[in-house]
């Protein structure tokens, strides 16, 4: 297999849009039987470069080979016919169709005698192979996170693809879905099949990878193998300085509670139970963290929590005032929204492009969104447009937010750029509460590092944040006290616990049934 030609090898890409280089020059080259790690900031060309290489895009310049051999992809499926394939971050999957429905759609056959049965065997056996288990006959609403992203592995498996293409895939994973997913990829090396792993998860990558290439700012800045190299040195390769990965958390003696839940009951939007009697509390000058896989409840919570969502059963107080649960209490509206945010809660939402912003609005209006109403922004009915200016300048530079112009609509930023928006647009009312949904979801390391030390800087200063997150690093990192939720419920409250443990947790094991270690609360 040494003198075998390499998997793929692209040459001298290049990739231009209007006003960007996405790709200058880039050389990429993926060998047979391994795992080739993909890292770059946020706007670094990586998916520029991958969308080239399964016939999403074509390249203005430059060559691929498969095999040895020179192609010319004009669309996915011509990728997909050479035997190259994508997982995305975002399943593409019909919720109402069975697995094997799912990973029949698209294909030339069957053409007019759909055999279900016969089809449901050949995925069972191809799961089983790869130790991807998961119900041929199940609907994919019924499915687990994990469940999902192994229909979207079988469909690639199942149409002969000998390089994968995985965006992001241990975002939605508990960690013992995470080491499943190696063990699959490993048994896919092994057979001599390629893997490309898009990833900012630095420990993840160095776990995995054999190969390493790192992008910024559109070309290859390294080139490692694995074994030699390390996070340190990863990060500085992707932002161009030192990240630090040690966190600068002082010590500080939580105040009173600012925010208490107990018995919080909600539905979702299928109207199924969301939450199920959950209690919890956050102190001032706290982190409270909140670990769930993605859909056991943690969406729905923040969302009863800061008015969007009405809830069935239950109390909410906050700063001593009964918010929901006797006769005083509200429910979800604009009325309770402005009322919350009056009272100092600030929101960080899991969805920063359609709930955080108005993506067509300017930087400049969507920094004051909360602010408007009051002086010296408002001026009678109007807004004072020279002081909202003046405001949104000062925050753009105090948060180092990149961007043309104030006028600039939001929907033009990256990733990164639109949560220091958020966070800026947040902090700068000085929040009592600050509800913060997966605020580093899909950014960078260097992003990463920003939004962390922002969260510090606000629990030093006072405020009560509930942390929700699906990367257990970042939570035991941050967090002075964790809760972890299933199915809607609440499994335990832990100080100090290892990642196993916490995973046990969020996949349904109550704290009180695992043997004694962690810190229980």
């Given at each position: 297999?040494?003198?075998?030609?390499?998997?793929?090898?692209?040459?001298?890409?290049?990739?231009?849009?209007?006003?960007?280089?996405?790709?200058?020059?880039?050389?990429?080259?993926?060998?047979?039987?391994?795992?080739?790690?993909?890292?770059?900031?946020?706007?670094?060309?990586?998916?520029?470069?991958?969308?080239?290489?399964?016939?999403?895009?074509?390249?203005?310049?430059?060559?691929?080979?498969?095999?040895?051999?020179?192609?010319?992809?004009?669309?996915?499926?011509?990728?997909?016919?050479?035997?190259?394939?994508?997982?995305?971050?975002?399943?593409?999957?019909?919720?109402?169709?069975?697995?094997?429905?799912?990973?029949?759609?698209?294909?030339?056959?069957?053409?007019?005698?759909?055999?279900?049965?016969?089809?449901?065997?050949?995925?069972?056996?191809?799961?089983?192979?790869?130790?991807?288990?998961?119900?041929?006959?199940?609907?994919?609403?019924?499915?687990?996170?994990?469940?999902?992203?192994?229909?979207?592995?079988?469909?690639?498996?199942?149409?002969?693809?000998?390089?994968?293409?995985?965006?992001?895939?241990?975002?939605?994973?508990?960690?013992?879905?995470?080491?499943?997913?190696?063990?699959?990829?490993?048994?896919?090396?092994?057979?001599?099949?390629?893997?490309?792993?898009?990833?900012?998860?630095?420990?993840?990558?160095?776990?995995?990878?054999?190969?390493?290439?790192?992008?910024?700012?559109?070309?290859?800045?390294?080139?490692?193998?694995?074994?030699?190299?390390?996070?340190?040195?990863?990060?500085?390769?992707?932002?161009?300085?030192?990240?630090?990965?040690?966190?600068?958390?002082?010590?500080?003696?939580?105040?009173?509670?600012?925010?208490?839940?107990?018995?919080?009951?909600?539905?979702?939007?299928?109207?199924?139970?969301?939450?199920?009697?959950?209690?919890?509390?956050?102190?001032?000058?706290?982190?409270?963290?909140?670990?769930?896989?993605?859909?056991?409840?943690?969406?729905?919570?923040?969302?009863?929590?800061?008015?969007?969502?009405?809830?069935?059963?239950?109390?909410?107080?906050?700063?001593?005032?009964?918010?929901?649960?006797?006769?005083?209490?509200?429910?979800?509206?604009?009325?309770?929204?402005?009322?919350?945010?009056?009272?100092?809660?600030?929101?960080?939402?899991?969805?920063?492009?359609?709930?955080?912003?108005?993506?067509?609005?300017?930087?400049?209006?969507?920094?004051?969104?909360?602010?408007?109403?009051?002086?010296?922004?408002?001026?009678?009915?109007?807004?004072?447009?020279?002081?909202?200016?003046?405001?949104?300048?000062?925050?753009?530079?105090?948060?180092?937010?990149?961007?043309?112009?104030?006028?600039?609509?939001?929907?033009?930023?990256?990733?990164?750029?639109?949560?220091?928006?958020?966070?800026?647009?947040?902090?700068?009312?000085?929040?009592?509460?600050?509800?913060?949904?997966?605020?580093?979801?899909?950014?960078?390391?260097?992003?990463?590092?920003?939004?962390?030390?922002?969260?510090?800087?606000?629990?030093?200063?006072?405020?009560?944040?509930?942390?929700?997150?699906?990367?257990?690093?970042?939570?035991?990192?941050?967090?002075?006290?964790?809760?972890?939720?299933?199915?809607?419920?609440?499994?335990?409250?832990?100080?100090?616990?290892?990642?196993g443990t916490i995973g046990m947790m969020m996949t349904g094991t109550r704290l009180a049934d695992l043997p004694a270690k962690g810190g229980a609360a």
């Open positions: 297999m040494a003198d075998a030609p390499n998997a793929v090898e692209m040459r001298g890409i290049c990739k231009r849009f209007p006003g960007v280089l996405a790709n200058d020059a880039v050389d990429f080259t993926l060998h047979r039987g391994e795992v080739h790690a993909l890292l770059g900031e946020n706007g670094a060309g990586k998916s520029t470069l991958m969308n080239i290489l399964t016939g999403l895009y074509r390249q203005d310049s430059g060559t691929i080979a498969v095999d040895g051999r020179p192609v010319v992809f004009n669309s996915p499926r011509d990728a997909i016919a050479h035997g190259i394939g994508m997982v995305h971050q975002h399943f593409m999957l019909v919720p109402t169709q069975t697995v094997t429905e799912n990973i029949l759609l698209g294909l030339d056959r069957p053409r007019f005698v759909l055999r279900l049965r016969e089809y449901e065997q050949a995925i069972a056996a191809l799961g089983q192979r790869y130790g991807l288990h998961v119900d041929p006959q199940a609907k994919i609403w019924q499915l687990s996170v994990g469940e999902q992203q192994r229909v979207e592995i079988l469909k690639m498996l199942y149409r002969g693809v000998q390089v994968l293409i995985m965006d992001e895939p241990t975002a939605v994973l508990a960690p013992q879905e995470i080491g499943q997913l190696f063990d699959t990829l490993r048994a896919m090396t092994a057979e001599g099949k390629s893997i490309v792993f898009i990833s900012h998860k630095l420990h993840e990558v160095t776990a995995i990878a054999d190969c390493i290439t790192v992008l910024r700012k559109g070309t290859v800045s390294a080139a490692r193998m694995a074994a030699e190299t390390s996070r340190e040195e990863l990060a500085r390769l992707m932002v161009g300085r030192e990240v630090l990965f040690d966190l600068d958390k002082q010590h500080r003696d939580p105040g009173e509670i600012v925010l208490e839940i107990d018995g919080l009951k909600a539905v979702n939007d299928k109207g199924l139970p969301a939450l199920r009697g959950v209690s919890l509390n956050v102190r001032a000058g706290e982190i409270v963290g909140v670990a769930a896989i993605a859909g056991n409840g943690q969406s729905e919570l923040a969302e009863v929590i800061t008015g969007l969502r009405p809830s069935t059963d239950g109390r909410m107080v906050l700063h001593g005032q009964t918010v929901i649960g006797d006769r005083a209490g509200r429910q979800a509206s604009p009325r309770l929204i402005r009322w919350l945010i009056d009272a100092g809660m600030a929101r960080i939402p899991e969805d920063r492009t359609h709930v955080g912003t108005s993506p067509n609005l300017s930087v400049t209006d969507n920094l004051i969104l909360k602010a408007y109403r009051l002086a010296p922004i408002a001026r009678g009915l109007g807004i004072n447009r020279d002081r909202a200016r003046t405001q949104a300048g000062e925050l753009r530079q105090e948060y180092d937010i990149m961007v043309p112009t104030l006028e600039t609509p939001v929907r033009m930023l990256s990733g990164g750029n639109l949560q220091r928006l958020i966070l800026a647009r947040e902090i700068s009312g000085k929040p009592k509460v600050m509800i913060a949904m997966q605020p580093t979801r899909g950014l960078d390391v260097g992003a990463i590092e920003g939004v962390h030390r922002l969260l510090l800087e606000q629990r030093q200063a006072g405020s009560g944040i509930l942390l929700v997150s699906e990367e257990l690093e970042e939570l035991l990192s941050l967090s002075d006290r964790v809760y972890v939720l299933a199915n809607g419920e609440v499994m335990g409250e832990v100080r100090q616990a290892d990642p």
